[in-house]
């Protein structure tokens, strides 16, 4: 078993390696990816909040929460900035370390190229805060299934809430019908939710802080759902007819596209809704993660390849303790999370170019949600 795991993510590897050589030397085919995933653009993401935070109400294009607002905006030397980050990509670091090392009898080397794939390199290289959210995520996964029904999980998966709000889809994959667990999870809840509240209150007025924040992501619904901002990297089924439509040169019309979002956004959340009831109710716990983490990229309107980090978490196990029964769920993981923007074209309407990764991901993706929906189940109490 050992020896076809190391050789299925030797190929992954010299797959990645051939696919960042070919980025770079083709300049014509692939320049906006080669130039923003390892060129100028080192750790913008992370740097440029504080830019953002600086424009200040209303003039920001960024999603972030209220209390990271605040925090950022306060005005630190480079120096520290620099301190600031490096200290949390090495707790991220610490942390996907410790997972690795939980079970130090199953551990190889080669562990650390399960988890140490092109979304998580891509976070680190553009200094996204996805990076830092999903490693606590990970640690949170790592012990609810060395732990079952651990409050320590639920911890760790709040910690990555507070970061990243969105994550808090996961947080009822990790409950089971407990009346104790889940009263300890809502005094939790109501902890870290004072936190981050009192965040707020210290730094300034609650109010003005949350209309900021709404400014801030209608802004970026305007330049990046709506508008063609998040066309090069998306691996969405809004990315997809995005595509089609500005093809069809029909993308310029920002009311057209405006009114088919609103209709796109009730439809995607019940189709979410619908996946993930069935989730809850009929998988096992890594099973079920990797659904709603599917579901979780396809399905929202804007999925940059940063969000492909969270299928490490479900990759990572299946192929540690159950390689076998999930090996075809492994390999199409595997190219999921594979940088497919070596070819990249023009579409007529739009001053982006487009990947053929933002086509492909999406099929894959659909691939693999209806293979375990009607795949065989186990329990909803197991771990795999």
Not at 125 to 147: D, Q
Request: hydrophobic content about 50%.
């Amino acid at each position: 078993m050992n020896k076809e795991k190391n050789l299925y993510i030797k190929f992954y590897w010299t797959a990645l390696i051939l696919l960042m050589v070919i980025c770079n030397v083709y300049e014509p085919f692939s320049y906006s990816f080669s130039n923003y995933s390892i060129g100028n653009g080192r750790f913008d993401d992370f740097f440029n909040i504080y830019n953002y935070t600086k424009l200040f109400p209303g003039n920001g294009s960024y999603c972030i929460t209220p209390w990271q607002l605040e925090i950022f905006s306060i005005t630190f030397s480079q120096s520290l900035k620099n301190t600031i980050f490096i200290s949390m990509v090495g707790l991220s670091i610490l942390l996907f370390a410790n997972v690795i090392n939980f079970e130090k009898n199953y551990t190889s080397n080669l562990d650390y190229f399960w988890v140490f794939t092109y979304p998580l390199l891509f976070c680190f290289w553009r200094g996204n805060t996805e990076l830092f959210a999903f490693s606590f995520l990970f640690y949170a996964i790592a012990l609810e299934i060395k732990n079952k029904n651990s409050i320590a999980s639920i911890n760790f998966l709040m910690i990555a809430c507070l970061i990243k709000p969105n994550y808090i889809v996961f947080l009822p994959l990790f409950i089971n019908y407990n009346k104790d667990y889940i009263i300890k999870i809502m005094v939790l809840g109501v902890l870290y939710g004072s936190f981050a509240l009192c965040l707020m209150a210290f730094y300034g007025d609650i109010s003005t802080i949350l209309i900021e924040s709404k400014n801030c992501i209608t802004n970026y619904k305007n330049d990046y759902i709506i508008g063609e901002g998040g066309l090069l990297f998306n691996n969405s089924y809004w990315g997809v007819y995005k595509i089609i439509d500005s093809i069809n040169n029909i993308g310029h019309d920002n009311t057209l596209i405006s009114h088919d979002f609103n209709f796109y956004n009730y439809i995607w959340q019940f189709i979410f809704i619908l996946v993930y009831i069935y989730s809850v109710i009929k998988l096992p716990l890594v099973q079920r993660l990797l659904l709603i983490m599917l579901a979780f990229i396809v399905l929202n309107p804007i999925s940059a390849d940063y969000r492909l980090i969270v299928l490490i978490a479900p990759l990572y196990f299946m192929q540690k303790h159950n390689f076998f029964k999930f090996k075809v769920e492994i390999i199409i993981l595997l190219l999921i999370i594979l940088p497919k923007h070596f070819y990249l074209f023009k579409i007529y309407s739009s001053e982006y170019d487009v990947t053929i990764n933002s086509l492909i991901n999406p099929i894959l993706i659909s691939f693999l949600i209806l293979r375990i929906i009607f795949s065989k189940k186990g329990n909803r109490e197991d771990i795999y």
